[in-house]
């Protein structure tokens, strides 16, 4: 069955760096992604970065436009574990991030397109 467990999150100043760490297993698909969404209050859930595979073998990344130039998605075969590496973080960052994996490759970046979620962490951004 399958299952995604995350880390990482926490409190930074404006201008730092976080990486979120996130390990989905159990997964039977040949073709599948894993991506990164976040909620900020009172918001709606924001896809932020995908990345595909086949067959286990990494493939394609996509990223909203929120997300382009500071965060980067990638992953670790040792480890398997997909990271969202996040820079120069702004207070309007601040949300709770999930890791999810969805049935389907391709840019996959709506909530509707995911069946497994993660537990979520909280991102606060400020001084």
């Known amino acids: 069955q399958e299952q995604v467990v995350q880390s990482g999150g926490g409190l930074v100043q404006p201008g730092g760096s976080l990486r979120l760490s996130c390990v989905a297993s159990?997964?039977?698909?040949?073709?599948?992604?894993i991506g990164w969404f976040r909620q900020a209050p009172g918001k709606e859930r924001e896809g932020l970065a995908c990345?595909?595979?086949?067959?286990?073998?990494?493939?394609?990344?996509f990223y909203a436009d929120s997300a382009k130039g500071r965060f980067t998605i990638a992953r670790d075969n040792v480890k398997n574990t997909v990271y969202l590496q996040m820079n120069s973080l702004k207070p309007e960052d601040t949300a709770v991030y999930y890791c999810?994996?969805?049935?389907?490759?391709?840019?996959?970046?709506?909530?509707?397109?995911?069946?497994?979620w993660g537990q979520g962490t909280q991102v606060t951004v400020s001084p």
């Open positions: 999810a994996i969805s049935p389907w490759d391709g840019e996959r970046l709506d909530e509707y397109e995911y069946d497994y």
């Open positions: 159990g997964i039977t698909f040949d073709y599948y992604s």
């Open positions: 990345l595909n595979f086949r067959n286990d073998r990494e493939g394609r990344k």
